[in-house]
């Protein structure tokens, strides 16, 4: 580690956007950069691929979060001035199969995080929250001031009250600084196609199913419903690259180190403000990778919004962000990361 540079730890590094955002903050070159994960769904292999990438080596724990006498480990063996938190479960539909599951892990280990936070005054944070907090909203799109109603899965609810606890603390601590970007639905792979979303077990999300069913992995794909109140009958949601996600939390980062943001609690959205529905997506991978995808429209899956898409214009006008690829770009990287993996045996 370079003494000089300030060091942020990423959770859930090994993860999908985790691993994608050490890229950045590493190609960035300002930080020092330190990961913890337990590689409940992800795999040791993400930080190999990121050296691969990156031609740098970070300092890694493999640790729970919910273990707190661990978790404080990290913290007494570097000096920490930022977090990024992106340890959670992330699956809707196992969310409400498995409830307590999802309450005890994503809430029980921002609570070790923020406690730990406040024990060694760490006074910035950066947490990925979700889209998923604004559930079946009635008018589209949605910007930061848009209503939270009753969430539509205990994942969505965990997001709800992570922003909630982040919120409280920020009112008590007047130094400390929190920023909750509530993204959209994150897809493709890195440009290199070496690291992309990488999930031990059967992936939940849509793009990584679409590609494969196309790779031969699964036999077909079954969209999830396709009689709701849409222009096809199926979900629609805002998509964007995980690469311009990655980018965001580093220029979220920057801006609460150096001071710029106008209260101690901030909210962002990120999204393309694009909404495309499953068939839509589905049309997108076959233009791009010439596969006709073989899908079937099956059931609808329980916890699921009917659509959602974004107004990022707060995060254009605060952070300098914006979305760089559409949605040509993220299923090329999706498609050339999933041929990247059956030919190096992922």
């Known amino acids: 580690m370079q003494m000089d540079k300030k060091t942020i ?15 950045e903050l590493l190609a960035n070159d300002k930080y020092n950069v330190i990961s913890a994960d337990c590689f409940y769904n992800s795999s040791p292999k993400a930080y190999t691929q990121i050296q691969e990438i990156t031609g740098k080596q970070i300092k890694t724990y493999d640790i729970d979060l919910c273990d707190e006498k661990e978790f404080d480990k990290v913290f007494t063996e570097n000096k920490i001035v930022g977090v990024i938190h992106f340890a959670a479960f992330k699956a809707v539909g196992e969310s409400v199969e498995l409830p307590l599951k999802y309450y005890h892990n994503n809430i029980a280990s921002l609570v070790n995080l923020l406690t730990l936070c406040e024990k060694y005054k760490v006074a910035n944070v950066i947490f990925s929250s979700s889209c998923s907090v604004y559930g079946n909203v009635q008018t589209l799109p949605v910007d930061e001031n848009t209503p939270m109603p009753k969430a539509e899965s205990p994942y969505a609810y965990t997001k709800q009250i992570g922003e909630q606890m982040l919120e409280d603390v920020c009112k008590q601590h007047a130094s400390f600084n929190a920023i909750a970007l509530r993204y959209f639905n994150p897809v493709g792979a890195h440009i290199s196609a070496k690291i992309g979303e990488w999930s031990l077990n059967k992936p939940n999300n849509l793009v990584p199913l679409i590609t494969g069913t196309a790779a031969g992995k699964y036999p077909q794909l079954t969209v999830l419903g396709g009689d709701y109140p849409t222009r096809d ?36 959205n990120l999204g393309s403000g ?3 529905s499953v068939l839509e997506a589905i049309a997108a991978f076959e233009k791009v990778s010439g596969k006709k995808l073989n899908y079937k429209i099956g059931e609808r899956r329980a916890g699921d919004v009917v659509a959602v898409y974004s107004d990022s214009n707060k995060a254009y ?6 979305c760089i690829h559409d949605i040509d770009s993220m299923m090329k990287t999706a498609w050339e990361w999933e041929l990247y993996r059956i030919k190096n045996n992922f």
């Open 233 to 268: 009958g199926t979900c629609i949601r805002d998509y964007i690259h995980v690469s311009d996600i990655a980018s965001a939390h580093v220029l979220a980062l920057d801006y609460l180190l150096q001071h710029k943001n106008k209260a101690n609690f901030e909210v962002f």
């Open 9 to 23: 730890l990423v959770t859930g590094g090994a993860g999908y956007i985790g691993s994608h955002t050490i890229i």
């Open 274 to 276: 694009t909404g495309v």
């Open 317 to 322: 006008n605060a952070l300098g962000w914006k």
